[in-house]
């Protein structure tokens, strides 16, 4: 194979790399670099010196090309085919560019200071460079959210170079600095940005263990982090005869949120669980919560969105699901009295 990429799969230049290398649909060697391990290192080191990734090298046109805004440049020019990256046009591939360097350096490199200073020892740590780092991000975020009311892109309506860029720094500079309650039409981007096909597939690459062992995770898990927004709710549902048992219950009250026929509105995960172990607390407790009869069980779930506005937009989806209300309806035949549902939205504070 032609084209070899030293990369990590937790790296977010990396991931701007690998973004371009999807969106051009071109056959490369991925080849995982750890740096703390001098035999994996060595190879990418004996190529580019500096030793930081992503490095490209194409052994067909004898070829080391090292950074992640020349590697994309590189593979417009000779593999990219019919889909540039890069207009051609003059004034669109100056705009294009400046975004990028918009994304990396306000927002990119910001982004690695406040991360990279949460692993040096708490007497080494640099607490005025880091807000000075997050105080940068906020001003790139308002810079964004401007230029983001009128475009489905960083540039427009066409994905670039710019867009491989912004993916990764926005995803995880809103691990350090959520911005999904501040400024709407960037949440509203990174939504986008996070369902393309060439960011999801870079996201679960799998990492060895042995790797991940540090951040304890891989980009999977920290995909699975970013849909922070959990809508949970707690309910009761009726124990009788003709309803199924409290441990099928949940099916039912999932049937219709999870996906209202014709609507799309499918939910990064949805989950639910019939009560096992809540007894009837002195003061209070799941059963008292929801003022739980002697012929009912709780029934807890929540759902894992991939934004807030993603929430919103399913919620309201699934709200107009004539399904919905058919079974809200139903007397003694629906699955629950959503009267003493208690529910509400959280934003995850700890992913273990």
């Known amino acids: 194979?032609?084209?070899?990429?030293?990369?990590?799969?937790l790296s977010s230049f990396c991931h701007k790399a690998l973004i371009a290398l999807y969106e051009?649909?071109?056959?490369?060697?991925?080849?995982?670099?750890?740096?703390?391990?001098?035999?994996s290192a060595a190879p990418m080191r004996a190529l580019?010196?500096?030793?930081k990734f992503p490095v490209l090298r194409d052994e067909a046109r004898n070829c080391t090309v090292p950074e992640s805004s020349t590697i994309i440049?590189?593979?417009?020019?000779?593999?990219?085919?019919?889909k540039r990256l890069v207009p051609a046009d003059a004034d669109q591939?100056?705009?294009?560019?400046?975004?990028?360097?918009?994304?990396?350096?306000y927002v990119h490199l910001p982004m690695q200071k406040a991360v990279g200073d949460s692993f040096r020892p708490a007497?080494?740590?640099?607490?005025?460079?880091?807000?000075?780092?997050?105080?940068?991000?906020?001003?790139?975020?308002?810079?964004a959210e401007d230029a983001m009311q009128s475009r489905t892109w960083a540039t427009g309506e066409t994905f670039t170079l710019a867009d491989c860029s912004a993916a990764p720094a926005l995803f995880y500079a809103n691990l350090v600095v959520p911005f999904g309650q501040t400024h709407k039409h960037l949440a509203a981007y990174l939504d986008r940005l996070m369902t393309r096909s060439s960011y999801a597939r870079t996201l679960k690459r799998p990492s060895p263990t042995s790797i991940c062992s540090r951040w304890r995770t891989n980009p999977s898990l920290l995909l699975e982090r970013y849909q922070r927004r959990i809508g949970s709710f707690a309910c009761v549902t009726s124990m009788d005869s003709s309803f199924p048992s409290p441990r099928k219950a949940p099916q039912i009250i999932c049937a219709s949120p999870?996906?209202?026929?014709?609507?799309?509105?499918?939910?990064?995960?949805?989950?639910?669980a019939s009560a096992d172990d809540v007894p009837m607390g002195?003061?209070?407790?799941?059963?008292?919560?929801?003022k739980m009869k002697p012929s009912e069980t709780v029934v807890f779930a929540w759902i894992i969105y991939r934004s807030r506005a993603h929430r919103d937009r399913v919620n309201a989806k699934v709200m107009k699901d004539s399904r919905l209300a058919k079974m809200m309806t139903g007397g003694k035949t629906r699955p629950f009295d959503a009267k003493r549902m208690i529910f509400g939205g959280f934003e995850v504070l700890c992913c273990a």
Do not use: C
Not at 258 to 272: F, I, L, V
């Open 1 to 9: 194979m032609s084209l070899k990429l030293y990369y990590h799969p």
């Open 24 to 39: 051009a649909d071109v056959a490369f060697e991925p080849t995982l670099v750890d740096l703390r391990d001098e035999k």
């Open 282 to 290: 002195k003061w209070t407790s799941f059963p008292r919560s929801v």
């Open 93 to 105: 591939a100056w705009q294009v560019d400046m975004w990028d360097r918009i994304y990396d350096h």
């Open 258 to 272: 999870r996906r209202p026929a014709g609507s799309g509105a499918n939910m990064a995960r949805s989950n639910s």
């Open 73 to 82: 440049r590189y593979i417009d020019t000779h593999y990219a085919g019919g």
């Open 123 to 143: 007497d080494k740590r640099d607490s005025v460079g880091v807000e000075q780092a997050k105080a940068q991000m906020r001003k790139a975020f308002d810079l």
């Open 48 to 51: 580019w010196p500096i030793g």
